[in-house]
């Protein structure tokens, strides 16, 4: 008789059941991963809410775990051991693009989810694409031989490490597309988790200002911010947050703009081009995928010599910068680190990091073995 994991299964839309399932052997050249901890992000919202492209799914996309057997194989090839804490990312790269060898396997077309449907992604797959392990709402994963995995510092509890995504994208979308380092000034627009790690790295990387906007639902996040590195937050619909972004630069206008606000429509695109400075200024933009834009000002970009960027994803490194920032413990993680949910709970957080769930969830994370 064969080894069982449990594992929280997404049946359809908006549904999810526990469902017991057996552990497959794990060959020389892979390795199984004991989830400790599975972070949810705004994306599982939206994923969530999706009919099923297949068969049934494990979603669970930002994973941290022990490895639980690990193949020979797989053991001389990558430099691992069992009993090694690891944060997994979510992409499972060709292995020999051109992206790959850099460390972007963001770009690499075998992670390209949205376009190739045989494309394995944690969080995504369906499970009738063996051994179906492919999400962290699960005791055990599976990890093939082209698995991203990152040793945790020593220190770093699951948890935290389980911060490690947003902090990647903070670090890639702030300092490495945004170009934020000594003396910039940065508008964040949006306070979820991508918002406030941007705010902690610009902050970090000695950013003299760090402005941070959100609504009026956002109050207990912006509160937050103000000690996770913001140094002003503006409450859009209750100020006028150009005016503000001018007042605070003394007229000048902000060095590079961040937006992750997916979902809010024009207005902080445009805000953005308007609050950066008049000349050689970088706006990084989180589009989403239909999003249209009637009337996009080009001119104004040209007329200011801005450049735009699309945030992304992130690296290699950006995601060893991420888990180096959170060992530094310079910021009280625990105001971001707000909810914790068992495997029988995931459907309510999800539903909770969407706003209708638990009250006041901003890094939440469903831990398997509680
Ligand atoms: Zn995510
Ligand atoms: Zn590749």
Redesign the pocket.
């Known amino acids: 008789m064969s080894e069982k994991t449990l594992a929280a299964v997404k049946t359809g839309p908006s549904t999810t059941e526990l469902r017991e399932l057996d552990l497959p052997d794990i060959p020389a050249d892979a390795a199984l991963m004991k989830v400790e901890v599975a972070g949810v992000c705004g994306t599982d919202v939206s994923q969530y809410r999706l009919p099923l492209r297949g068969a049934p799914l494990i979603m669970g996309h930002e994973n941290v775990g022990y490895l639980a057997k690990v193949g020979r194989e797989f053991a001389a090839r990558k430099g691992f051991k069992e009993g090694d804490l690891m944060f997994l990312e979510h992409y499972l ?5 051109e ?2 060898h850099m460390g972007e396997y963001r770009h ?3 992670t390209e989810w949205f376009y190739d449907p045989k494309a394995i992604r944690y969080g995504y797959t369906a499970m009738d694409t063996a051994p179906g392990l492919w999400g962290g709402f699960s005791h055990y994963l599976y990890l093939p031989i082209n698995a991203v995995l990152h040793k945790v510092a020593n220190g770093l509890t699951a948890e935290e490490a389980g911060v490690a995504t947003p902090m990647s994208n903070g670090i890639q979308w702030a300092l490495m597309d945004g170009g934020v380092g000594y003396a910039s000034t940065v508008l964040i627009q949006g306070p979820g988790q991508q918002g406030l790690c941007c705010a902690m790295a610009s902050k970090q990387a000695g950013a003299a200002r760090v402005i941070l906007t959100g609504l009026s639902t956002d109050a207990r996040r912006l509160e937050v911010a103000k000690s996770l590195g913001a140094d002003d937050v503006i409450n859009v619909q209750e100020e006028d947050a150009l005016a503000r972004v001018m007042e605070i630069t003394a007229g000048r206008g902000v060095d590079v703009v961040i937006d992750c606000t997916v979902g809010a429509g024009t207005a902080p695109t445009l805000l953005g081009i308007e609050a950066t400075k008049r000349r050689g200024g970088t706006m990084v933009v989180q589009g989403e995928g239909n999003q249209e834009f009637p009337s996009f000002p080009i001119g104004r970009l040209t007329r200011k010599g801005m450049t735009l960027k699309s945030a992304r994803g992130h690296s290699y490194r950006a995601v060893e910068l991420a888990l180096y920032h959170l060992a530094a413990r310079r910021f009280p993680l625990e105001l971001m680190t707000t909810h914790r949910f068992r495997l029988s709970e995931v459907d309510y957080a999800i539903r909770s990091v969407g706003g209708q769930g638990a009250p006041g969830a901003i890094h939440v994370s469903v831990m398997p073995w509680t």
């Open positions: 790269p060709c292995g020999h693009c992206w790959d690499c077309a075998a």
